[in-house]
């Protein structure tokens, strides 16, 4: 199996890797998968006052398709409001990066970790994170059943 | 381009010019068949298969006339279990196996499990080994076969064979010994381990894919196996079908020259090996050797990088062949179930990478396979919430997980 040139180039030159403050108020963290997947993605948002996600940042173990689709992932929602990153779909992803059948559940995971940490950055409006602390351990969000290869 | 390093050798290994030379002529003018009783062509061949069988034999002290041609080690495997259970299913039917064989063994075993023969498949250790006790356990009056391979293809263990070969020579029971990893690599010898039957495969000593051998005990017990494939009666009735005249050949100049090289080599692969991992785990932290470093082949190097996936690290040496435990990397994105076999935590046998070192390998290829690996490491680390979290102080066997 080899790799589509635009999975290569996400694999070589990751765009927006690394970690944003997560008791920050403003930002929203999606952690999804799990090890034994051998899947497991960080997908982290930061918002303006206008609900815009103004930096996006990720990290991913996982293989070469599920890098560039979470690297895919943070480019798409920069710039974008959160109800329109809501409506980002892992088809898009699959198309994108021209992945083949065995490699659909990356895109999957992807479109997850993008709506966790959208759900991360609504819990928080909503005051549930008030006093703005991070937790001691990250929340894990289930990913959606095609996510995981193993069901 | 950077040049191409192949450290694949476990799955399979380049021709040696040296055996492709001695193959040719019988691709050109010698082309007979070796059954043809008649005329030049047929003897010409018929000689050399002869002759390849006793180089064959030689690898592991027996006769020639205790060696069959197959197809390769997989056929051997289907003989030694099958033609064992239909040929002895009248005493008995009950085999031994273990957990981490090739499927070429277990496979054949599960289609036997269909027919009402019952499988004990013996669990290992975590370095890979077998429990002699639980062995000796399971032995029961209706056994019929212990098969048991003599080194892993995953992570490279070496079975205690002389002390099973012993043990079922004391119960009376067949010992078949897939030695498709450990034949022409380590030292074997059929009389003093108690072999009754063992496979090898070309391919695996820089021999031509497509043909094997099964070894068949002739003495002491005599041992007969029911064919597989009938036709003709060839091969002392256990394998019928035109052999393969220029494979058996080429199998037979692969051995010899294995055979010959043994020592030196055996040494000069495992300094090559030590260098590696040494190498890597200087500049790496937080990885896991796999197997037994004491009982191993001397090529066969199988790490587990914690943190980071196998596949991506394979996309990240990318003009290094190896190859890896990880789910991505098979077609039913299961993880490997050898690796789990060894009590290797489930995140860790995704980040396993198996390194098989072959006689075309050198030093200078090593250093930059350590370079190429520690690169890649690092470079995924940076990218791993896995490597954040533990540098966090965060226990990973501890976090909940989406369950699924």
Redesign the interface.
């Known amino acids: 199996m080899s790799y589509s040139d635009k999975v290569l180039d996400h694999y070589n030159k990751p765009r927006n890797i690394g970690s944003l403050d997560r008791s920050d108020p403003s930002v929203g963290t999606g952690i999804v998968g799990a090890p034994e997947c051998g899947d497991v993605m960080k997908l982290q948002i930061k918002i303006d006052e206008n609900n815009r996600i103004v930096d996006a940042k990720f990290k991913t173990f996982g293989c070469g398709s599920a890098i560039a689709s979470s690297s895919l992932a943070t480019e798409w929602v920069k710039g974008k409001t959160l109800d329109e990153a809501m409506a980002i779909k892992n088809t898009d992803i699959v198309r994108e990066l021209a992945l083949p059948p065995v490699k659909i559940h990356c895109s999957v995971l992807a479109e997850d970790a993008i709506r966790a940490a959208i759900a991360d950055i609504q819990k928080k409006q909503n005051g549930d994170n008030g006093d703005g602390q991070a937790s001691a351990a990250p929340t894990i969000t289930k990913a959606s059943a095609a996510a995981c290869p193993q069901q | 381009m950077k040049p191409l390093i192949y450290l694949d050798n476990n799955a399979t290994t380049p021709l040696d010019p040296r055996v492709l030379e001695a193959m040719m002529p019988y691709f050109r003018e010698k082309f007979g068949n070796a059954a043809s009783r008649n005329h030049r062509f047929g003897w010409e061949a018929e000689q050399a298969v002869e002759n390849a069988r006793e180089q064959a034999a030689a690898v592991i002290g027996a006769s020639g006339k205790e060696i069959i041609w197959t197809s390769g080690a997989t056929e051997s495997n289907n003989i030694a279990v099958k033609g064992t259970a239909h040929m002895y299913g009248e005493k008995g039917r009950h085999i031994i196996t273990q957990v981490t064989e090739h499927k070429a063994v277990i496979d054949p075993c599960k289609y036997l499990e269909q027919q009402g023969f019952e499988i004990t498949f013996l669990k290992v250790d975590k370095l890979g080994r077998i429990n002699l006790d639980e062995l000796k356990a399971a032995m029961r009056d209706d056994t019929i076969l212990v098969s048991i391979m003599f080194a892993n293809n995953e992570f490279g263990t070496i079975q205690p064979i002389a002390e099973i070969g012993a043990m079922c020579k004391e119960r009376g029971v067949l010992f078949h010994t897939d030695a498709t990893q450990a034949f022409g690599k380590v030292p074997i010898d059929v009389e003093a381990m108690g072999i009754d039957m063992l496979s090898a495969s070309g391919h695996k000593i820089h021999g031509p894919k497509g043909v094997g051998m099964f070894y068949v005990r002739r003495k002491k017990p005599r041992v007969r196996c029911e064919a597989v494939i009938h036709g003709g009666g060839h091969e002392r009735g256990m394998r019928s079908g035109t052999l393969n005249v220029p494979g058996i050949v080429g199998f037979g100049a692969a051995a010899e020259i294995a055979h010959r090289e043994i020592d030196r080599e055996a040494q000069r692969l495992a300094k090559l090996r030590d260098r590696l991992w040494n190498g890597i785990s200087e500049e790496v932290d937080d990885i896991y050797r796999n197997g037994d470093p004491e009982h191993a082949l001397p090529g066969t190097l199988n790490v587990s990088f914690a ?6 690290l394979m ?2 040496f990318n003009n290094i062949a190896v190859s890896s435990g ?3 990397t098979s ?1 039913s ?3 490997s179930y050898v690796l789990k076999a060894l009590g290797v935590g ?2 860790l046998a ?1 980040s396993s990478i198996r390194f098989s070192l072959g006689r075309f390998n050198t030093a200078a290829e090593i250093e930059q396979t350590v370079a190429q690996v520690t690169e890649t490491t690092n470079k995924l680390r ?5 490597a ?2 533990a540098a966090e102080g ?1 226990d ?1 066997k ?7």
């Open positions: 943190y980071v996936e196998g596949e991506s996309m990240g990880s789910a991505c077609a994105l299961e993880p489930e995140e995704h940076a990218m791993s919430p896995l954040e979290m965060i990973l501890s976090v909940s997980w989406a369950s699924h």
